[in-house]
């Protein structure tokens, strides 16, 4: 793709812009679709997939490892303790605290859910060489730079 030198920056801001929400939107749908058969939401796979890779967590550590729930994610923790796969558990160290983890229900539907999400990632990134890959991310961080969403995103996948 060569650069048009006759378009406005402008135009290729917005341009820019909409190609930023139209890869989340259908990466949003081809994300429903997978989750679908295994009855889960992006927000409810997004915690199971949080709760398999650092448990147990306070719902404030949660909190801060979560990209797709902002705020308080008490909700979307009681909708998947109501459905047996997530539990809560007395901090040993502090009374107050509760500690959120997988119950075996869970953990069997993380395992579902990661191939399911393997899966999806690898076809979504099937168009990109390795170094692609890392160009972009590294794009994408840069545009996120100084944010909330950047330091969730350092949170969660340190280096």
Known sequence: MTADRSRSPRAAHDELRYLLLAAQREGSRRLGEA????????????VLEV????????????????????????????????????????????????????????????????????RLTSAMAEPLSAAGITTLSGLLYSLLEGTDAEQTLRNRFPR
């Open 51 to 118: 709760l398999a890779d650092h448990q147990p967590v306070t719902l404030a550590a949660l909190g801060r490892l979560l990209v797709c729930e902002q705020g308080s994610p008490s909700r979307l923790v009681e909708s998947l303790v109501q459905r047996d796969l997530v539990s809560r558990v007395p901090h040993e160290q502090d009374k107050r605290a509760v500690l959120l983890e997988l119950t075996p229900a869970g953990q069997s539907l993380a395992a579902q859910l990661g191939e399911t999400i393997g």
């Open 35 to 46: 989750l679908r058969p295994l009855g889960l939401t992006p927000a409810q796979a997004e």
